[in-house]
């Protein structure tokens, strides 16, 4: 089935020149991206881009399609639009809160998009651990948060909206001299490493005791503990610490081969379930609702 999703993805590649630009702007990896224009192909049974060695050209059907797709996304676009003015979802104000782990794997892409698309919209963000968003939501000072609650889970006064999981690991530079190391040998060399993590619940410290073969968790080889993803991902990027990290939070840099997983067999628990929390007594604006359809939207894109 033709889908909007799919003749924007071919827009933006034709507007680019380029399936790495066009994928970094639409948020996906390119083999996501080269996917996307194959089915768009395969529905239409056209051949719309050409390689070689010179770059990317759109056949002549290509171009026929490119110029059908920008119209019929034009009126897409401005159909939505309207529907919006109908339901209020242009204006009003939403606050949220997120977790560390979950604000650095959709939170740039989903502002960005807010600032596009809806910018009748005062969007007040608040970057907490999970027990500070449950108190600013008992004070109703947030609509809802997105947060991992395995330590804290919510009562029955909050509605939970399940999200996909994030994968828990440890990760090093390049060359870090650990991935010289037999595996055999890893976890002896482990220990002379110290980590590089945010403030952590006792469920990760039980899991990272358990990798460094350490009894008390108030043991651990901490070296830095911070609330800040990116500053955590840049001092390991600069060092030999190890960082402890959800993988979906530094998807980029295990992509370009940056940052590289240590080879640890990982427990279940290192699969950790966030979700969309917020009080049944509260109910949400028609910019809340559709702020968090997109969080859902941006956490299940691959």
């Given amino acids: 089935m033709l889908s909007l999703r799919a003749l924007n993805h071919f827009s933006v590649l034709a507007a680019e020149g380029s399936y790495s630009r066009a994928a970094a702007r639409l948020h996906l990896t390119q083999s996501a991206l080269s996917r996307s224009i194959q089915m768009l192909e395969r529905d239409l049974g056209l051949k719309l881009i050409d390689r070689s060695q010179s770059g990317m050209l759109l056949t002549q059907s290509g171009q026929t399609v490119l110029t059908r797709a920008q119209r019929i996304l034009a009126e897409a676009s401005e159909l939505k639009r309207e529907s919006e003015l109908i339901k209020g979802l242009d204006t009003g104000a939403v606050s949220f809160g997120v977790g560390v782990f979950p604000a650095a794997s959709f939170l740039t892409p989903l502002l960005t998009q807010l600032a596009q698309d809806y910018p009748g919209i005062k969007v007040q963000v608040e970057i907490e651990s999970w027990q500070r968003l449950r108190q600013m939501l008992d004070a109703d000072s947030l609509d809802f948060v ?4 395995h330590s804290l889970p919510p009562s029955e006064d909050f509605i939970v909206r399940p999200l996909p999981a994030q994968h828990a690991g440890l990760f090093v530079r390049a060359n870090h001299p650990l991935l010289a190391v037999k595996r055999a040998s890893l976890k002896n060399a482990l220990g002379h490493y110290r980590i590089a993590a945010t403030h952590l619940p006792p469920r990760a410290r039980t899991q990272l005791a358990t990798i460094y073969r350490i009894v008390n968790v108030d043991d651990l080889p901490i070296a830095l503990e911070c609330n800040s993803v990116e500053t955590l991902r840049a001092v390991a990027l600069n060092s030999d610490v190890v960082l402890f990290c959800m ?3 530094i998807g980029e840099d295990l992509r370009t081969g940056k940052l590289i997983q240590l080879p640890f067999s990982y427990t279940a628990k290192s699969e950790l379930t966030s979700g ?3 009080p049944i007594r509260r109910t949400l ?6 702020i968090i359809a997109l969080i859902e939207e941006h956490m299940t894109v691959e």
């Fill in 285 to 290: 604006s028609p910019a809340a609702k559709q």
């Fill in 276 to 278: 969309i929390i917020h």
């Fill in 146 to 149: 997105v947060a991992i609650t």
């Fill in 247 to 249: 993988k979906e939070a």
